[in-house]
């Protein structure tokens, strides 16, 4: 790993297909987490959508766990992103989104970038969850909780505590 941190190496990473063909069929022990702390530089990607029908949100959304993002707005919370509000007051607006600006280390952004980049980024993220079905979106742009899928009624089986005997066969 030093000689690829040295040596600037870009390793392409294909999480979906990765793990579909068993390389690395556990996620949380895919090398990718590690590459990244040691500094070396990876790029998400997709293998093949037409055999694997995934895409590169896909790809970003199987490698991050957006749980904490999803349970802000299914508690109620909610944010309105539009194209005319400045970069600076939708920066402010998703920075109140627990656990959203933490995932945008994965897209290689932190808070040191500047403004429109950190806003691209979250937008890119709430998008993302509205387009997997994890969180709402009106047409006015406002991400709200996302609709839930009822549950489907649990099939009872009747089994009888005393195993069944049938009728007497005729003589």
């Known amino acids: 790993m030093l000689l690829m941190q040295d040596r600037k190496y870009l390793v392409e990473i294909n999480l979906i297909s990765n793990r579909l063909l068993e390389y690395a069929p556990n996620p949380a022990r895919h090398p990718f987490p590690e590459y990244l702390r040691f500094g070396i530089p990876v790029c998400l990607n997709t293998d093949d959508p037409g055999a694997w029908d995934s895409n590169i949100t896909d790809e970003y959304f199987s490698g991050v766990d957006m749980r904490q993002i999803v349970q802000w707005f ?15 007051e939708v920066l402010e607006g998703v920075k109140g989104i627990q656990g959203l600006m933490e995932k945008l280390s994965v897209l290689s952004v932190s808070s040191k970038d500047n403004v429109e980049s950190q806003v691209s980024a979250a937008e890119f993220i709430l998008e993302g969850l509205h387009a997997h079905k994890r969180i709402g979106r009106s047409e006015e742009r406002v991400f709200t909780a996302g609709e839930k899928q009822p549950k489907k009624p649990e099939q009872r089986t009747f089994e009888r505590e005393e195993p069944f005997r049938g009728r007497r066969p005729f003589n």
Not at 74 to 88: F, N, P, R, W, Y
């Open 74 to 88: 299914d508690l109620g919370g909610e944010i309105q992103v539009t194209d005319s509000a400045a970069a600076k």
